[in-house]
């Protein structure tokens, strides 16, 4: 058996290692655009901030590959793939033949279409190509502006101020984390960024981005400067757009495989066409909370998915339980919160929503329900237990008996005894008897 | 592979567990070292209703918390079973995606080093701490093939795996 995997991040490592445990004979290879060892794209913003050196990025050990008999080639890119010859086609012009082949290869960054932005050029952060031309361009000059105030703009935004940069953050939307937070969620997280002196224009549209002028251009001092709806000026040595990814769906295009804004996959992982696989950024699954097909683009999620890939490829029947599309946590400075589900929801979605609020503590937590069943959560300040919470999403389990508990700071696992506890212990026991 | 259990009725909340985890977790080994180092216990003795309830890592066998890490620093060993992010060349960088997918929320903050917090199954050990330290015999540290015969008898089914 010949198990071909394209992209070695999140969900290609844990599909080639969930491989390897299922089958010790196989022949399994990895191949990826990027000529480097598995790194937690997650880590770039500790990289750039100097945390974290290029070794400390990877996720796994460094002689992963070789202990787990796993052949690689890197600094590949696979552009095209025959379904019929159950073969891949590299850029190089070689073929590489599979009999079971994973479609793991994430998302790459947008670029809007900023006016000017073709004149300033466009700098976004996926990879670690991204992260070294950032380092490269932040020896120029100390002012950085970040288009974007969602998860990956804050966090290099947080991280260019660790740095010692200068760091202004433009969001169009009316608050920063527009996807995740609410406005008052949002609010707490942006009082604490600014803190360390990052400033934060929400609610702006990017009217221009205008390259250095004149002389400024030969000198080291070059400043862009972006316009923005208003007419402030905000100068900048770096501009760094972060709005948003798309999915890597190319290889797959012309095979007949179903391709939404995502790779269409059914729960076993499978795309439309035979022996071909997807998982993480690059395909669509199903939302655990509004039971629609769409991206799912975290983490967790593309290393479940690629385990469950690696079963099914692997002749396990294993269906993949449907996944939180959103679900993020954050401590930029000092607040640590979560969010999952319909975090943003408020009453006039026809949904439940019970809040506590403290100001003064930093503190505030959200849960949206709709007839007893949790669909959505915000924790910000204090996180302890918040799985607890998450977990109930996950079950879309009836809450009713512990509603007016859910938002005590005292509300952990043991409320959900005996009750659900006790009903998963005797399914427990059925099962082992 | 063994197991932390708990009879539920025969926990006080007398703490016990508590400081002797943060004790063995200190420098000192002591439960007032510990408190001085600022040392917080990975055995959480919380409550419902009043009433005590411990709550302690269960290490999973298939531990949504090493699902989520994306630093790769939670990981679950294949010999022991124990599921920690410490020891490991991939260092824990407090992203708190743990604390999200735990759903036992058996995963804290160490406010000292900023990283998640959580039972290692006191890996100096032959009995971890907690059990070792319990007046009231509320903690147990048995095989899980023990545990799962214990459960088909009434006393055995007071028993709830926690660790
Ligand atoms: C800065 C940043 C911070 C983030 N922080 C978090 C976080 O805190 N928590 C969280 O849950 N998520 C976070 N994410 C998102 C997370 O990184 C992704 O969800 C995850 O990496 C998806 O993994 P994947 O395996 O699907 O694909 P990717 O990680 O995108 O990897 C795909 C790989 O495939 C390669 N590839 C693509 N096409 C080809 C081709 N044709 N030929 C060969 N190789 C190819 C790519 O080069 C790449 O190496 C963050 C993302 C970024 C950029």
């Given at each position: 058996?010949?198990?071909?995997i394209?992209?070695?991040?999140a969900?290609?490592?844990?599909?080639a290692?969930?491989?390897?445990?299922?089958d010790?004979e196989?022949?399994?290879?990895?191949l990826s655009?990027?000529n480097?060892p598995p790194?937690?794209r997650?880590?770039?913003?500790e990289y750039?901030s100097g945390?974290?050196?290029r070794?400390?990025?990877t996720f796994?050990a460094g002689?992963?590959?070789?202990?787990?008999?796993?052949?690689?080639?890197?600094g590949?890119?696979?552009?095209y793939?025959?379904?019929a010859?159950?073969?891949?086609?590299?850029?190089?012009g070689?073929?590489?033949?599979y009999d079971k082949?994973?479609?793991?290869t994430g998302?790459?960054?947008?670029c809007?279409?900023?006016?000017?932005?073709d004149?300033v050029?466009?700098t976004g952060?996926?990879?670690?190509?991204?992260?070294?031309l950032i380092l490269?361009?932040c020896?120029s000059g100390n002012?950085?502006?970040?288009?974007?105030?969602?998860?990956?703009?804050?966090?290099?935004?947080?991280?260019l101020n660790?740095?010692?940069?200068?760091?202004a953050?433009?969001?169009?939307?009316p608050?920063?984390?527009a996807?995740?937070f609410d406005?008052?969620a949002a609010?707490i997280?942006?009082n604490?960024m600014?803190?360390s002196?990052?400033?934060?224009?929400?609610?702006?549209a990017t009217?221009e981005?205008?390259?250095?002028?004149?002389?400024g251009?030969?000198?080291?001092e070059?400043?862009?400067?972006v316009v923005?709806d208003?007419?402030?000026?905000?100068?900048a040595?770096?501009?760094?757009?972060?709005t948003?990814?798309?999915p890597?769906?190319?290889?797959?295009?012309?095979?007949?495989?179903?391709?939404?804004?995502?790779?269409?996959?059914?729960?076993?992982m499978?795309?439309?066409?035979?022996?071909i696989?997807?998982?993480?950024?690059?395909?669509?699954s199903?939302?655990?909370v509004?039971?629609?097909?769409?991206?799912?683009p975290?983490?967790p999620?593309?290393?479940i998915?690629g385990k469950t890939a690696?079963?099914n490829?692997a002749?396990?029947?294993r269906?993949?339980?449907p996944?939180?599309?959103l679900?993020?946590?954050?401590?930029?400075r000092?607040?640590?919160?979560i969010?999952a589900?319909l975090?943003?929801?408020?009453?006039?979605d026809?949904l439940?929503?019970?809040?506590v609020?403290?100001?003064t503590?930093?503190?505030?937590?959200k849960?949206?329900?709709e007839?007893?069943?949790?669909?959505g959560?915000?924790?910000?300040?204090?996180i302890?237990?918040a799985?607890?919470?998450?977990?109930?999403?996950?079950k879309?389990?009836d809450?009713?008996?512990?509603?007016?508990k859910?938002l005590?700071?005292?509300f952990?696992?043991g409320y959900?005894?005996?009750g659900m506890?006790k009903?998963?212990l005797e399914?427990m026991e059925?099962e082992?008897? | 592979?063994?197991?932390i259990l708990?009879?539920?009725?025969?926990?006080n909340?007398?703490?016990a567990?508590?400081q002797?985890?943060?004790?063995e977790?200190?420098e000192?080994k002591t439960?007032?070292?510990a408190?001085?180092?600022?040392v917080r216990?990975r055995?959480?003795?919380?409550?419902?209703?009043?009433k005590?309830f411990?709550?302690?890592?269960r290490?999973?066998?298939?531990a949504?918390?090493v699902?989520a890490?994306m630093?790769g620093a939670?990981?679950k060993d294949?010999?022991?079973?124990?599921v920690?992010?410490?020891?490991?060349a991939?260092?824990?960088?407090?992203?708190?995606?743990?604390?999200m997918?735990?759903p036992?929320?058996?995963?804290d903050?160490?406010?000292?080093?900023?990283?998640?917090?959580?039972?290692?199954?006191c890996?100096?050990?032959?009995?971890?701490?907690?059990?070792?330290s319990?007046?009231?015999n509320?903690?147990?540290?048995?095989?899980?093939?023990?545990y799962a015969?214990?459960r088909r008898?009434a006393?055995?089914r007071r028993l709830l795996?926690?660790?």
């Amino acid at each position: 058996m010949r198990y071909l995997i394209i992209g070695s991040s999140a969900a290609g490592i844990k599909a080639a290692e969930t491989l390897r445990g299922l089958d010790r004979e196989a022949s399994i290879t990895v191949l990826s655009e990027e000529n480097e060892p598995p790194y937690s794209r997650c880590l770039l913003p500790e990289y750039l901030s100097g945390k974290k050196s290029r070794e400390e990025l990877t996720f796994r050990a460094g002689n992963f590959f070789k202990d787990n008999n796993i052949e690689t080639m890197l600094g590949e890119r696979a552009v095209y793939v025959d379904p019929a010859g159950q073969e891949v086609i590299l850029e190089s012009g070689e073929a590489v033949g599979y009999d079971k082949l994973l479609v793991a290869t994430g998302a790459s960054s947008t670029c809007p279409p900023l006016p000017g932005i073709d004149k300033v050029g466009f700098t976004g952060i996926r990879n670690l190509d991204d992260a070294d031309l950032i380092l490269n361009r932040c020896r120029s000059g100390n002012k950085a502006v970040v288009i974007g105030g969602g998860f990956v703009g804050l966090e290099t935004a947080y991280a260019l101020n660790r740095r010692g940069l200068d760091v202004a953050v433009v969001e169009l939307a009316p608050h920063i984390l527009a996807l995740q937070f609410d406005a008052t969620a949002a609010e707490i997280l942006a009082n604490d960024m600014k803190q360390s002196g990052i400033k934060i224009y929400a609610g702006t549209a990017t009217r221009e981005l205008r390259p250095p002028e004149g002389l400024g251009r030969l000198g080291s001092e070059a400043e862009n400067t972006v316009v923005l709806d208003d007419g402030t000026e905000l100068k900048a040595h770096l501009v760094l757009t972060c709005t948003g990814t798309k999915p890597n769906v190319e290889l797959l295009v012309g095979t007949g495989a179903e391709i939404n804004r995502g790779i269409v996959v059914n729960e076993y992982m499978e795309t439309t066409v035979p022996n071909i696989y997807a998982a993480g950024d690059a395909c669509e699954s199903t939302d655990l909370v509004s039971g629609e097909k769409g991206l799912t683009p975290i983490w967790p999620n593309a290393v479940i998915q690629g385990k469950t890939a690696a079963y099914n490829m692997a002749g396990r029947p294993r269906k993949v339980s449907p996944l939180l599309g959103l679900q993020n946590a954050v401590e930029f400075r000092e607040v640590p919160a979560i969010a999952a589900g319909l975090s943003t929801s408020g009453p006039q979605d026809g949904l439940e929503i019970l809040t506590v609020h403290q100001p003064t503590r930093g503190i505030y937590r959200k849960i949206v329900l709709e007839e007893n069943v949790i669909k959505g959560m915000i924790f910000v300040g204090n996180i302890q237990n918040a799985g607890v919470i998450a977990a109930l999403i996950r079950k879309q389990a009836d809450v009713s008996k512990i509603k007016d508990k859910l938002l005590d700071y005292s509300f952990n696992y043991g409320y959900l005894w005996p009750g659900m506890v006790k009903k998963e212990l005797e399914e427990m026991e059925a099962e082992a008897v | 592979m063994k197991e932390i259990l708990l009879d539920y009725d025969k926990c006080n909340g007398c703490m016990a567990c508590a400081q002797a985890c943060a004790a063995e977790h200190s420098e000192s080994k002591t439960i007032v070292g510990a408190i001085l180092e600022g040392v917080r216990p990975r055995i959480f003795v919380q409550s419902v209703d009043g009433k005590p309830f411990p709550i302690i890592c269960r290490h999973c066998e298939d531990a949504p918390c090493v699902d989520a890490c994306m630093a790769g620093a939670m990981q679950k060993d294949p010999e022991t079973g124990v599921v920690t992010n410490e020891g490991h060349a991939e260092a824990c960088v407090g992203c708190w995606m743990c604390i999200m997918a735990c759903p036992y929320g058996a995963v804290d903050r160490d406010y000292r080093s900023n990283t998640a917090l959580k039972c290692d199954r006191c890996p100096e050990r032959e009995i971890p701490a907690c059990v070792a330290s319990c007046p009231n015999n509320a903690l147990f540290y048995t095989d899980v093939n023990v545990y799962a015969d214990a459960r088909r008898t009434a006393e055995g089914r007071r028993l709830l795996a926690i660790g």
